[in-house]
C-alpha cells in the first residue's frame, strides 16, 4: 500500500508539484495501515510504538518549520503509522525522512553545480558576477541557485526586485513559480521518499540473506 501510494505520487510530484486525490483518502489509508499493523502484534513491541512516535515527531516538526509541503507531510504521516518498520529495521520513518532529505540535497547540489558550470564554460562569465553580494554568498549560490533555463517550469525567483541582490532564505510552498531571472528549484519530495524505500528494503534483504 505505501509503496503504490508513494509511486502514484512520485508521477504527480514531478509532474505537477501537488499529490493525487483529496485528504480523506489518505486519512482512510492511514487508518488501514494501523489497523493492519495493529493486526499483525505491532503493538506488543515496544520499538514499533517508538519508531512510529519518532517518525510522527520529525514529520510534524519539519512540517511546522515549512521543510515539507502539506501534501507531502500527509504522506509522510500515513507511512508512519503503517510501517514503522520493515525487515528488522526499526525508525524506518525517520530513515526514510533522513535519507530522502540528503539524496534531495545532493541531487540539488549536483544539478545547480552542472547548469553553472556549464555556463561558465560556454559564455566564460560567472551567471553571480552582476550581483552585489559577498563572495561567500556567491560561492553558497553557486551550490543552490541558477539562472533559469527555458525548460524549467517549478523554479523559485530568489531575487530582489529593486537592487542585484538575492536571498538564499526561500520557502517555496509561499511564492508563484518564477520565470526568469536566478532561481532555486521547486524540488520534488516524494521520488526521494521512492528511491530511499527501495534502498532501504533492497540492503536489508542482502543483510539477511547474508546472515
Known amino acids: 500500500m505505501c509503496v503504490g501510494i508513494l509511486a502514484v505520487n512520485s508521477y504527480m510530484d514531478l509532474r505537477y508539484?501537488?499529490?493525487?486525490?483529496?485528504?480523506?483518502?489518505?486519512?482512510l489509508a492511514g487508518g488501514t495501515g494501523l489497523v493492519l499493523l495493529l493486526l499483525d502484534g505491532g503493538w506488543r513491541q515496544p520499538t514499533e510504538i517508538l519508531s512510529m512516535v519518532a517518525g510522527l515527531t520529525l514529520v510534524l516538526i519539519l512540517y511546522r518549520f515549512k521543510v515539507v509541503a502539506s501534501g507531502d507531510c500527509i504522506i509522510l504521516l500515513v507511512v508512519c503509522v503503517s510501517l514503522p518498520s520493515i525487515q528488522g529495521i526499526q525508525f524506518l520513518p525517520v530513515l526514510l525522512v533522513l535519507g530522502s532529505i540528503v539524496l534531495l540535497a545532493c541531487s540539488l547540489i549536483m544539478?545547480?553545480?552542472?547548469?553553472?558550470?556549464?555556463?561558465?564554460?560556454?559564455?566564460?562569465?560567472?551567471?553571480f558576477a552582476r550581483y552585489k553580494e559577498t563572495r561567500a554568498k556567491k560561492m553558497a549560490a553557486f551550490l543552490m541557485a541558477h539562472q533559469k533555463r527555458v525548460w524549467e517550469k517549478h523554479?523559485?525567483?530568489?531575487?530582489?526586485?529593486?537592487?542585484?541582490?538575492?536571498?538564499?532564505?526561500?520557502?517555496?510552498?509561499?511564492?508563484?513559480?518564477?520565470?526568469?531571472?536566478?532561481?532555486?528549484?521547486?524540488?520534488?519530495?516524494?521520488?526521494?521518499?521512492?528511491?530511499?524505500?527501495?534502498?532501504?528494503?533492497?540492503?536489508?534483504?542482502?543483510?539477511?540473506?547474508?546472515?
Open 17 to 27: 508539484r501537488t499529490i493525487a486525490g483529496r485528504d480523506l483518502y489518505y486519512v
Open 111 to 127: 544539478y545547480n553545480l552542472t547548469l553553472n558550470t556549464t555556463q561558465i564554460i560556454r559564455r566564460r562569465s560567472s551567471p
Open 155 to 211: 523554479v523559485i525567483s530568489i531575487e530582489d526586485q529593486n537592487c542585484n541582490k538575492f536571498s538564499l532564505f526561500v520557502i517555496p510552498f509561499d511564492r508563484s513559480w518564477a520565470h526568469k531571472g536566478l532561481v532555486v528549484i521547486a524540488a520534488p519530495v516524494i521520488p526521494f521518499l521512492l528511491v530511499t524505500l527501495a534502498v532501504i528494503v533492497s540492503v536489508a534483504g542482502k543483510a539477511q540473506y547474508i546472515t
